[in-house]
């Protein structure tokens, strides 16, 4: 196949790209350059797209022998990650824009592209499996080997139509460090690179900070559950549900515990604050369903609500324009606009954004 | 990966091909032990074989030996030019604090200018028409104040191949007792290079470089008459008229001037190939896709370069496709990591910056043939299509 590699200038996707060599593909590898204004140089494990990331980028291109471009896509990128996500916290909700990208710019947007240039599939270094359990043997989504490293809760809004033209030759991988020495023996000089953690275009990693100064301060007041005021707050963007720390309440709660936000209502500014208890759900609700299977209610399922979460047990309600999920037991936590992604075992059958805590 | 020799290289304008005279010269100087500064006999030796090669050069270029200043480069002799003559000139007469460039001009003389305003200079850029000329008006206006020491304008523009008249904007520099100095080195081997300081329709200083001509990367050369006061920009040694300090390379020196030679001695006949074998190109273009449009066509053109605008193709997947047919061509604005950068030239032309985002330059050297041409030609269609479908590729509603 002619396989279009995409190439951060880290060590998974260099090792995933040589991968696709040795298993027989015409490979090219394409980095992506996402941001407008570009650093020379990376500081730390935080952001990307640093001239210097495409530099290694196209240092192991040429130490694996393919060819090697430079794709412009930080106009896209800009538009429909980070412009969503400035407008789904504006809008109350906690988006996650590496899903968001995994949607619409690598598997979208360059997918896309790949394929009318000619390309058959894209390869990436995402830890995850590609199975034959879809129906009717077709391509199906699973968890990494290596789960810790597991990446199908983000890759999941992919869709089943993506999966039939993606390869993820990390799939198999046991761990990181297997990675690392594979890097190392292929001399791709990106072996010791630290990983990357965060959310790549705020490179200072201070997300409140990004928020604050792309959208103002938007002061209001912070209420526990009974409607008292406790406190103000300097835009309710700088909150998201299940957040404890950060709060700036100097009274605690009459009882000690903790106070998390249970809730965030940009439309009069309010911040609604609580106990773990009142945080706690037994019923999932999400929209903009992804089903990679037909689905039927009264299905058996394991639901995962947050990037580096637990899948929990529970069983489908109700399906129609949104999904209702509930769960054997409650879980703590579930902000708007965060990914649900359904299991059967190991493998993916649905994704969809959650909406709100029934 | 197919042999460099069978790709169809047209990036000449970017770099050319080493001209096997050039090589050879260079080895045996480079064989040669000695400072060409020093006094003894190694060192005369050394700088005999610097001095054939730049008498060589005087004797191309139709000026003394002493106005010839080697460099690194085409982009450090812009800056010698650029900042060495204006900062000179103003401390000379406060009153010239200004330098005027033609707004489509290579970012080295752009940059060079631009730099200039730390020191409480002012740029002044010249704006260019349709066809990528400067315009002579506003050329006058801008320097009518008699306070520009200096214009600077590309004999032949890097992305487009327009030729400026020079006669013509040298007169107007002159009369406004500002000094001109051309970058030429897109110019040299293509078409014919003025005769500095003949006049006044004839540019005061002029760059050249070594790889655009088939010498290795790594030296080029400003004409500079003595009487023009420069200001140094590396100092040190105090090597050429103390202008240019640096250990003199007699190597670079001799390549280069086996290079010109050929390059000079070549030019018409070698024009009139390129002339030809660029027809062949616009023809083919022409006829396989009716919406290009072939950039500056009414204007003159050194014949080494073809630029061509495809309406609705997105450039990078171009350059692509033509890569993997085996076709070294360019986007001919600056790249950065990888990244085309939108082409400064053409917005100075007014070309809407859609359009400019399909813009394609092939450009032909001493090494190009018909069946090169051929196959772009051929390679070209499918490219196009596949080209304007990831264009057209609609982006989704965020």
Known sequence: MKVLAAMSGGVDSAVAAARAVDAGHEVTGVHMALSRSRAQTRSGSRGCC?????????????????????????????????????????????????????????????????????????????????GAEGPGGAPSLHRAANLPKDQSYVLAVMGPQAISRALFPLGGFADKAEVRAEARERRLGVSTKPDSYDICFIADGDTRG??????????????????????????????????????????????????????????????????????????????????????ETGRRVRAQIRAHGEAVPGVIERIGEEIEVRLDAPVRGVAPGQALVLYDGDRVIAAATLERRA | MSA????????????????????????????????????????????????????HMGELL????????????????????????????????????????????????????????????????????????VEQEALGAALSDGAVSLLSAALVNNETGAIQDLPALSRIAHEHGALVHTDAVQAAGHIALPRIGAGEESPDLMTLSGHKIGAPIGVGLLVAPPHIP???????????????????????????????????????????????????????????????????????????????????????????????????ASAGSACTAGVTQSSHVLAAMGVDEELARGALRFSLGWTSTAAQIDRVLAALPQALERARAVRGLRRRSP
């Open chain 1, 50 to 130: 640093t001239v210097e990331d495409a530099s290694d980028a196209r240092r192991a291109a040429e130490r694996i022998g393919i060819p090697y471009y430079v794709w412009d896509l930080a106009d896209d990128f800009h538009d429909l990650v980070v412009e969503d996500f400035l407008s789904e916290y504006a809008a109350g909700r906690t988006p996650n824009p590496c899903v968001r990208c995994n949607e619409h710019i690598k598997f979208a947007t360059l997918m896309e592209r790949a394929l009318l240039l000619g390309f058959d599939a894209v390869a990436t270094g995402h830890y995850a499996r590609i």
């Open chain 1, 210 to 295: 990004f928020l604050e100064r792309r959208l103002g301060e938007a002061p209001g007041e912070i209420l526990d559950a009974d409607g008292a005021v406790l406190g103000e707050h300097r835009g309710t963007h700088g909150f998201t549900v299940g957040q404890r720390k950060g709060l700036g309440l100097e009274r605690p709660a009459p009882d000690g515990a903790p106070r998390y936000v249970l809730d965030v209502r940009p439309e009069t500014r309010q911040v609604i604050v609580g106990a773990a208890e009142l945080l706690s759900t037994r019923v999932l609700v999400a929209s903009a369903l992804i089903p990679f299977e037909p689905l």
């Open chain 2, 4 to 55: 460099v020799s069978e790709r169809a290289y047209l990036d000449h304008a970017a770099t050319t091909a080493l001209r096997p005279a050039a090589l050879v010269a260079y080895v045996e100087a480079a064989g040669v032990l000695g400072n060409p500064a020093a006094q003894h006999s190694s060192g005369r030796r050394a700088r005999g074989v610097l001095d054939d090669a730049l008498e």
């Open chain 2, 62 to 133: 139709g000026v003394p030996t002493s106005w010839l200043l080697l460099t690194s480069g085409g982009t450090e002799a812009d800056n010698l030019a650029i900042r060495g003559a204006a900062l000179a000139a103003q401390k000379r007469d406060p009153g010239r604090l200004a330098v005027a460039v033609a707004a489509s001009d290579h970012p080295a003389v752009l940059e060079s200018a631009r730099a200039l305003r730390p020191e409480g200079l002012e740029v002044r850029e010249i704006p260019v028409g349709r066809e990528g000329l």
């Open chain 2, 230 to 328: 420069l200001q140094p920009v590396l100092v040190g040694g105090g090597q050429q008229r103390a202008v240019r300090s640096g250990t003199l390379d007699a190597p670079h020196a001799a390549a280069l001037a086996a290079a010109l030679a050929a390059a000079i001695g070549e030019q018409e006949r070698e024009a009139a190939r390129l002339a030809a074998l660029a027809a062949q190109l616009h023809a083919g273009i022409a006829h396989l896709d009716p919406r290009a449009v072939l950039t500056g066509e009414g204007a003159p053109r050194s014949p080494h370069i073809v630029h061509a605008l495809f309406p609705g193709a997105d450039q990078d997947s171009l350059l692509l496709l033509l890569d993997q047919e085996g076709i070294d």
